[in-house]
Every structure is written in structure tokens, then in C-alpha cells.
């Protein structure tokens, strides 16, 4: 039966909170070391230190995670903070696989993480999954998804998303074993003999005709039906009676996400600034020729989403009892939603009960799982639960 434990540290002292996390675990698993540690932490500590004194403390160095802009668990959340969940598990294999320089070579990267995957040799785990962090600030990441699946021939399920740095969105990075790397992707292999859940949504439509995209330069989105993009952004603010500035658009973006048509729900992009040119900085690509839509969305809406990510997931486990969850969403939606964040976070503890959850807010969620749309996206909710 597998076994877990959600740890969470409020210590600003990177060594001590390792410990204090690594002392956890071993004494939920009375004394037996995890097999695998999931961490996310706060861009104040000093990653090395805390991933050092987790690793002596926890037994374990089959450690996989990321810098985060907001730590959480079923039963606490805050910024500052280390969240993290161990696992014990007979029914579980892990390995821990790195990609350097997803920024510039994103096949590569990819090729690097599966090195390590043993699932692709070993026909003796029915399901094959993979957290994946990645360093959405170094581009690239829906090439990222592409290129993973790829490698591993369409049968590993991934989930996970951007790593984040407390919304400063400056430096962000990826933990394997003891250390931290930028410009790279990190991968925790889950190997289980069990069905493993996936669930995603984002609970945001469309509030205006569509626009093709006339022109942009991976992230940076430079026209709209021909015209620089900012025009398009300032029409529908009009249009829509919402206040715009072109120097301070922050407030108006986390409202008024882009929204990529396609086969399923859209996929959501967050604007994150205007350049002199009038082309619109956003989260991750934008593909040229594509048809957008300005979205919408409510808070209730965003609670019923991660309530519909959470059921979904748990439902993929076929009748398995959860053990633990990892849920994800974007900085974003806990920036606009504010105190009512919370809400979201205990609809989906509510649905998990008596199983917790370990989690953070990234830049950019990543899900690839059948039944559900899939590649990199942002304010979406994604959950992954472990059966027991």
C-alpha cells in the first residue's frame, strides 16, 4: 500500500526547513527513508541548503520540484514557504530525470529528462506518468510537452508546470536530487502498477469575436487581425467598459486572459505587458495564425474549475482510493482572486477527504493525459492524485 506524507515549512532559514521537512517524513514513515520527495519552494531560500538538509534528513535523494510563487497543502498555504510530499510505495518505482538548455534546444532537453525513465524498457508498470517542472521564463514550453511525448512514444501521461520566483518573474529553477538549475526541465518518472489521475480545467470563455493572430515572435504578440495588439486589447476594454492603461495593463490582463482556439477548451495565455511598439509580452507562445479570443471568467468559476479538475482526476483512478494529491495553478489566478484563492483550494480538499494535497502556484501549467486538453497553459487548474 502506498504510502505518503505532505510536510509544509514556515522556517525563512533554508537548512533548518530542509531539516525540519526531512524530519517529517522519516518520522511519518517511522524512521524508513521516502522513496521519492516532491518539493516546491519560495524564491527566498537558498535552494542547495534546503534540498541538501532534505535529502540527509529524508533518506532519499530521489528528490523533483521547482522554485514556486506560492506554497500550499490541504491544510496550509502562504508565500515564503516549502511544501512537500514523500512517498513510500511497493506499488511505485521513481527516477528522477534532468534537461539542460530547454530554452534554446527544447527536443534535446527532452531527450536528456527520459534518459533516465525506466518505464521505457521496463513492461512491468501498466501506467506510466511524470511530474514535470520546467523553466517557463527560458520559452519554449509547449515544444517542451511535444518533444516528451514524443520521446517516450505517447505512453507516459505528464503534469506539472513553469517553475515560479514569488512573482518577480526574473529568475526561476528546477530541482533534481540536491541541486537547482535554470534554463532546464526536471522530470519525477512514477512508475505505478496502479491508475494514476489526471484531471484539468480552467472555467474561463470566450467574451468577444475571435481574432487571428497576423504575427508573433514566440511569446511576444504583435498583431491582431493585422493591427498592433495592444489596439485589439484597448477596443475591448472600451467595448467591455474596463478601464486599460497602457502603462500600468497588469490589472486589466489578469482579468482579460487570450485564449487560444482549438479542438477543446481554449488554451489560456496571461498578457503580461506592453511594449513600445504596441506587440504584448504574454506567459508563454502564442502561435502565429491561430484564432484568439479575449476570456472571461469569475471567481466562482475558477472554484468550480478546480472542483471539476479534482473529480476528474479522482475518477481516473478506476475505483483506487487516493493516497495524495499534487494540484497546481498559476500565479495569476491566485493574484486575481485574492483571499478567494482559499476557496479554490478547499474545493479541492473537500473532494480528496480524508487524502490531503501538496501544491504551488506556477507560471504555466503543463497536463498531457488522455481525455483531458492537453500541452502548456496558464490559470488552469491541475491535479494528479496517487492512488494508495
Not at 475591448?236 to 486572459?257: C, E, I, T, Y
Amino acid at each position: 500500500m502506498t504510502q505518503t506524507h505532505i510536510a509544509f515549512s514556515q522556517t525563512v532559514d533554508s537548512a533548518r526547513a530542509g531539516a525540519e521537512l526531512g524530519r517529517s517524513i522519516r518520522g511519518a514513515f517511522a524512521g524508513a527513508p521516502a522513496h521519492a520527495v516532491v518539493v516546491f519552494a519560495s524564491a527566498v531560500h537558498d535552494y542547495p541548503k534546503l534540498l541538501e538538509a532534505l535529502a540527509e534528513h529524508a533518506g532519499t535523494r530521489v528528490i523533483a520540484g521547482a522554485s514556486s510563487a506560492g506554497e500550499f497543502t490541504d491544510k496550509d498555504r502562504g508565500e515564503g514557504r516549502v511544501s512537500a510530499l514523500a512517498i513510500r510505495s511497493p506499488e511505485m518505482k521513481f527516477s528522477v530525470g534532468l534537461g539542460q538548455g530547454v530554452g534554446t534546444d527544447p527536443a534535446d532537453a527532452a531527450r536528456q529528462t527520459v534518459e533516465a525513465f525506466a518505464g521505457i524498457q521496463d513492461a512491468g508498470y501498466a501506467y506510466r506518468n511524470a511530474l514535470v517542472m520546467t523553466d517557463a521564463l527560458a520559452g519554449h514550453a509547449d515544444a517542451l510537452v511535444e518533444q516528451l511525448t514524443v520521446r517516450t512514444g505517447g505512453n507516459y501521461r505528464f503534469f506539472g508546470g513553469g517553475a515560479g520566483d514569488d512573482g518577480r518573474f526574473q529568475t526561476t529553477h528546477v530541482f533534481v536530487g540536491t541541486r537547482a538549475y535554470t534554463n532546464a526541465v526536471a522530470a519525477l518518472e512514477i512508475l505505478s502498477r496502479k491508475p494514476v489521475g489526471i484531471g484539468v480545467a480552467h472555467g474561463w470563455e470566450p467574451a468577444g469575436e475571435g481574432l487571428r493572430v497576423t504575427e508573433a515572435r514566440g511569446a511576444q504578440l504583435v498583431s491582431l487581425n493585422g493591427a498592433p495588439a495592444v489596439e485589439a486589447f484597448e477596443a475591448h476594454a472600451r467595448q467591455s467598459g474596463q478601464k486599460f492603461d497602457r502603462k500600468d495593463p497588469l490589472p486589466f490582463f489578469l482579468h482579460n486572459v487570450i485564449g487560444i482556439r482549438g479542438d477543446g477548451p481554449h488554451r489560456l495565455r496571461v498578457p503580461l505587458a506592453v511594449a513600445a511598439d504596441g506587440s504584448v509580452m504574454c506567459a508563454a507562445n502564442v502561435p502565429e495564425g491561430t484564432i484568439v479570443h479575449f476570456m472571461k471568467t469569475s471567481n466562482a468559476s475558477a472554484v468550480q474549475a478546480a472542483r471539476h479538475a479534482t473529480q476528474a482526476a479522482i475518477d481516473a483512478l478506476a475505483g483506487e482510493t487516493p493516497a495524495a494529491a499534487l494540484v497546481f495553478d498559476c500565479v495569476a489566478t491566485r493574484l486575481r482572486m485574492g483571499r478567494e484563492f482559499e476557496d479554490e483550494l478547499q474545493a479541492c480538499a473537500n473532494l480528496l477527504a480524508p487524502a490531503g494535497f501538496v501544491g504551488c502556484n506556477t507560471y504555466g501549467q503543463i497536463a498531457r493525459a488522455e481525455g483531458q486538453f492537453s500541452g502548456f497553459h496558464n490559470c488552469t487548474a491541475v491535479v494528479c492524485v496517487l492512488p494508495s
